[in-house]
């Protein structure tokens, strides 16, 4: 069983769109969650935490729910910049350790 | 604003050499990783390193791969045979705790021809 799944997509969608990415994780004991963007041949950068009471960043929406071990991404407002691939990335706690586990990502085209 | 860095930026070797990746992690931080994507593949874990020893490894970090803080700055990782399937992209990563999120490098992209 993959430890975090997302839809591989692609999504295309018009400038000025909202577009959702969702995540699903296996494992319970998870604590921390985020995602991350990774342009084409370039290293995932941190995009937002996710926390438990759901947190926003401008354009960027991220929710957690934690019964359904279930991760959303929502973006408004699509940009031509947005167009990358989104990365939802999951904690497996351990002492000492805090290695993180990746889905395959979303790929997303912002079409102007 | 700090970042982590990583040398070199592409490295190609042949099959049955070894090679070292080298990181500089952000200076206050104290746990540090390396993660591997092969190309249009998901990344995936190597290792993790926490005061001076492993933490976690995980089942791809086998006995052909080590790693090593020589100094105070640079974190390396060590590939003693290199084989073909070993090609990707390494990234090295760096966090202030153990819960706290993770910055990347810019990777080596390593191929083993």
């Known amino acids: 069983r993959k430890e975090v799944e997302q839809d591989p997509g692609p999504f295309n969608v018009p400038e000025g769109a909202t577009v959702a990415f969702n995540c699903t994780y296996s494992?319970?004991?998870?604590?921390?969650f985020f995602w991350y963007r990774q342009d084409c041949r370039k290293e995932p950068k941190l995009l937002m935490s996710?926390?438990?009471s759901g947190n926003e960043d401008g354009r960027f929406t991220a929710q957690l729910n934690r019964a359904s071990q279930y991760i959303s991404l929502l973006i408004r407002d699509s940009k031509l910049s947005d167009s990358a691939t989104y990365l939802c990335?999951?904690?497996?706690?351990?002492?000492?350790?805090?290695?993180?586990?990746f889905g395959t990502g979303t790929r997303l085209t912002v079409i102007p | 604003e700090p970042e982590v860095t990583q040398t070199p930026s592409h490295q190609v070797t042949q099959m049955g050499q070894e090679v070292i990746l080298r990181c500089v992690p952000i200076?206050?931080?104290?746990?540090f990783y390396w993660y591997r994507q092969i190309l249009g593949q998901k990344v995936e874990f190597l290792v993790s390193?926490?005061?001076?020893?492993?933490?976690?490894k995980s089942e791809i970090f086998d006995d052909q791969f080590s790693v090593e803080r020589p100094d105070g700055s640079n974190f390396t990782l060590k590939i003693r045979s290199t084989k073909l399937e070993d090609s990707a992209m390494y990234f090295c990563?760096?966090?202030?705790?153990?819960?706290?999120?993770?910055?990347f490098g810019p990777g080596t992209r390593l191929t083993v021809l």
């Open positions: 990563a760096s966090s202030r705790t153990s819960y706290n999120e993770q910055f």
């Open positions: 494992n319970s004991a998870s604590q921390s």
């Open positions: 996710v926390y438990s």
């Open positions: 200076s206050n931080h104290l746990y």
């Open positions: 990335v999951v904690n497996y706690p351990r002492d000492g350790a805090n290695n993180l586990f």
């Open positions: 390193f926490y005061n001076n020893e492993i933490s976690e």
